[in-house]
């Protein structure tokens, strides 16, 4: 029952910004963590930023601080990611996950529910 659905991903040039959404069904929002994956061909998957369910906190993987904004909106069901400054190397696949805000890991794993993704293209 649980569905996490992406969108907004696509083709970009060098520098500039693009926002993905993720709306989520099946499961009480506000319950649980959200997080952003990405993972390029043959690489590894990637923390790229998530917030805890009800306090809300932000973290951001290293290679996007600064320039990737995650925001939260638990009235629509929806999280969103902000990417600005978008370099080649940010090509991937982004993914949204969720997890149980009573998840003992840290906040980069642990994540049970997942989207299909959407693809994300930086041009140089």
């Known amino acids: 029952q649980v569905q996490l659905v992406e969108s907004g991903g696509g083709l970009v040039q060098a520098g500039g910004s693009l926002r993905l959404s993720c709306a989520a069904s099946g499961l009480t929002f506000s319950s649980y963590d959200m997080g952003w994956f990405r993972q390029a061909p043959g690489k590894e998957r990637e923390f790229v930023a998530a917030s805890r369910g009800r306090i809300g906190t932000t973290y951001y993987g290293e290679s996007v601080k600064g320039r990737f904004t995650f925001s939260r909106d638990n009235a629509k069901n929806t999280v969103y990611l902000q990417m600005n400054s978008l370099r080649p190397e940010d090509t991937a696949v982004y993914y949204c996950?969720?997890?149980?805000?009573?998840?003992?890991?840290?906040?980069?794993?642990?994540?049970?529910?997942w989207g299909q993704g959407t693809q994300v293209t930086v041009s140089s």
């Open positions: 996950a969720a997890r149980s805000i009573g998840t003992v890991s840290t906040i980069r794993d642990g994540y049970n529910y």
